[in-house]
């Protein structure tokens, strides 16, 4: 795979135009409609908070799944530091977008 030069990132970074077109996760991912049956009640109300908020769910979200009090510990933490300010501080909300993408593109993350 030829590292993808129209991405404007380095070299070293290695991102391909395979790895930017979602390739397949190592962990799979539990669709909003194909919950597996054991953690399905857990799950669906805290998918159904994401869909409220984001208009969706994130394939993040998709991948805690497998340990859904992970997915609750996320949300609760995104409603504080993110949610409760879109309307009062709308610049600390793009500070921590910002910092979001930042921190993936030093860790080299494909995700």
């Known amino acids: 795979m ?3 030069k129209e991405s404007g990132l380095t070299e070293g970074m290695g991102v391909t135009k395979e790895k930017m077109a979602y390739p397949e996760p190592r962990l799979p991912l539990n ?18 908070w994401s869909r409220n908020i984001w208009g969706s769910v994130p394939r993040f979200l998709q991948m ?5 009090v992970c ?9 504080k530091l993110r949610i409760d300010r ?8 793009k500070l921590i977008q910002l910092l979001i993408v930042k921190t993936a593109l030093a860790a080299q993350s494909d995700y």
Request: aromatic share 6%; no cysteine; proline share 14%.
């Open 86 to 93: 879109l309307k009062t501080e709308p610049g600390y909300v």
């Open 31 to 48: 669709a909003p409609d194909n919950l597996p049956e054991d953690i399905r009640e857990e799950v669906e109300p805290l998918y159904d």
């Open 2 to 4: 030829p590292v993808d």
């Open 64 to 68: 805690l799944s497998h340990a859904p």
């Open 71 to 79: 997915v609750e510990a996320w949300m609760l933490l995104d409603q």
